[in-house]
Structures are given as C-alpha cells and as structure tokens.
C-alpha cells in the first residue's frame, strides 16, 4: 500500500542538503530489484529498468528542515530555515540535532520566553526567527555548555514527521511535500516491474527541489518528457482536495506543456480519475527548475492535493491512489 512506502521514506530525515541516507536506501532497494540505477553528481538518483529513457517522472525527496545558525548565551539555539515554512506550524515540534561526529541530541522548538504564566505577550508574540529558539533536552545555561555537547554552527536540525495513517484513510504527516508522491514512485516501482520494463519510462529522485534546483540538473539527455510529481494545492481560491489529483497548467513561475497537460485531462476523464485543475499561485517546481536551467524536454505537473502546506500536512489515500492511476495510465501510453 501507498501508505506505507510513505512511512517507509519518510522516517529517514533527508532536508535539502543532507539527503544522502534517503537516497542510498532507494538504490539499494532498487538495485536489489533488477534495476538501473545512476547517482548524477550531486547525489540525485535516477532509476530505470531500460537505457535511453524517453518519459521521466520525478519527485523530490528533500524536505524542509533546519540548520544551527547561532548558539545563544543561555545554550538556546537560534535557528536558520532550510526551504521556508510558517514557524508557527513547527512551533512546540521535537526536534533532532545531529553532530558532524553523527551524534544525536534531541530539543524542542519553541518562541522564547514561552511560558504563559510570566509571558502575558505569549499569545500575540509574532513567531520569528529572532524570537524562537531551540531547547534542548540537556541540562546546558551557556553557550559552552552547548558547544561541550559537540554542537555547532551549521549542524542539521531534523523535525519530527509524526507520521500517522488514519482509519479514515487520511494520511497525517510533515514532508508529504514530497514523500507523498515518492512514495507513490516506489508503490510503482516494487509493484509494477513489468509495466516498466515495457515502456521507455524512468523515475528521478530529485534532493534539492526545495532549495530551487533539483531538476536542473541530471536527467538524462535522451528524456523528451518530464512528469512532476509533486503535492498539489488545497485551500482559497483554489479547487484541489485531499481526494483528487491536481493537474496543474500553471504555478508562480509559469505555464506547463499545453499538450502534456491536456493529455493528463483526457486520460483522466477517459479513466473517471479523480482530478482537479488548478493554477498554483504561490509555487515552483523541479520542472520550472529544469526548463529555467535550459532543459530540452516539455514538462507537466501533477500531485495527490495536500492540506496545509509546509506545515502540518495531511492527504487522503483516495488522492493517492488517483495520482497513481493516472501516473500508470501515462506509462502505458509511452
């Protein structure tokens, strides 16, 4: 199932830049599976079961997360984004701080000065990096206190996922944004050997993706298209849900492939897949990576919807299993 590939990728932490765990363990399993798998030079992976690939689909298995930017004179830590996201949503999150010698050290994330009962402004405190700060689970009241336990500036700071699938078939965990769709690739993968074998169809795990240049380099040159698969948009002012996949024309940096696009409508419709059609105002992909760094290929944009963005996330295994169909449709097609 769907839900538990997801479980499986997004229990090894991999923010933008320290993506190596994730990544070695897809070319094991895929290795192990018969598979052609490439690592491209800056540890992206493309995965394949035939040379000369003409149809790519990608996902990215980076995520949001966090580096130590300052240690604090009370051993507090202020933190620097990696990806961007509302501090609010993360605030009171448990966190995992790891060491160049791979030591882990555990906190949570907190505004500063967080107790209601000496702190009247709690409540309408805005949550800033200035004014949030990680607490360790250490008894340390200094900066050296901090720094005797290994840490350091520009240390990794892992947020907990607090993965969780529901009765309901929801599916309630940080990062679906993209280990959603990641998940859907090695449900593909693991499962559907023969389908891919038959077509000229290759899948890449992007890391870089939310620092703004997965794609941009390192999918193979005989590629003539591109599907992203990437979480799409639930909220105002748009039509996706937790139960759809998204098809989406256009985001922030500008439109997809007219024709590539089109198809996925059709297929949908042909095949009463689920679907929505939705501009994504405040959003980039890979794909606008690839084509911003001189990409040949066309490229479209699909994603199971996801709620609360970058922030406490959560879809449906209805959406799920729709971003999929409509992904093995596609294939067989090519």
Do not use: W
């Not at 998940?183 to 023969?194: A, C, P, R, T, V």
């Amino acid at each position: 199932m769907i839900q538990e590939f997801i479980k499986e990728i997004v229990k090894i932490d991999s923010p933008s830049g320290y993506t190596d765990n994730a990544i070695n363990h897809l070319k094991e399993k895929y290795s192990q599976m018969g598979y052609k798998t490439k690592f491209t030079n800056k540890k992206a992976l493309f995965v394949s079961a035939n040379d000369n690939v003409k149809f790519a689909l990608s996902s990215h298995v980076d995520t949001l997360g966090a580096m130590v930017k300052n240690i604090k004179s009370d051993g507090t830590i202020k933190i620097t984004q990696i990806g961007r996201f509302p501090n609010n949503s993360f605030e009171g999150e448990y966190i995992r701080i790891i060491t160049r010698d791979k030591k882990i050290i555990t906190g949570t994330f907190l505004l500063n000065n967080p107790s209601s009962h000496v702190n009247k402004d709690v409540a309408k405190t805005e949550r800033t990096e200035d004014n949030m700060s990680i607490r360790l689970d250490a008894e340390v009241k200094s900066a050296s206190d901090t720094e005797n336990l290994g840490i350091e500036i520009g240390n990794y700071i892992f947020f907990n996922p607090r993965y969780e699938y529901t009765e309901t078939g929801f599916v309630k965990t940080r990062f679906l944004d993209d280990k959603a769709c990641v998940g859907i690739f090695m449900d593909i993968l693991s499962n559907h050997k023969d389908l891919i074998e038959k077509h000229s169809v290759g899948f890449y795990f992007s890391n870089y993706e939310e620092v703004g240049h997965g794609a941009a380099y390192g999918i193979p040159e005989s590629v003539e298209e591109l599907l992203m698969a990437d979480m799409g948009v639930v909220g105002e002012d748009v039509k996706g849900d937790e139960y759809s996949v998204s098809i989406c024309p256009k985001d922030s940096i500008g439109p997809y492939d007219y024709d590539l696009t089109n198809e996925l409508v059709s297929i949908a419709k042909e095949k009463k897949i689920n679907y929505k059609i939705d501009v994504f105002p405040y959003y980039g992909s890979d794909g606008s990576a690839a084509l911003s760094a001189g990409c040949g290929f066309r490229v479209a944009l699909i994603g199971p919807g996801v709620s609360a963005s970058h922030g406490v996330e959560r879809t449906h295994i209805k959406a799920l299993n729709a971003t999929k169909e409509l992904i093995m449709e596609i294939i067989q097609r090519r």
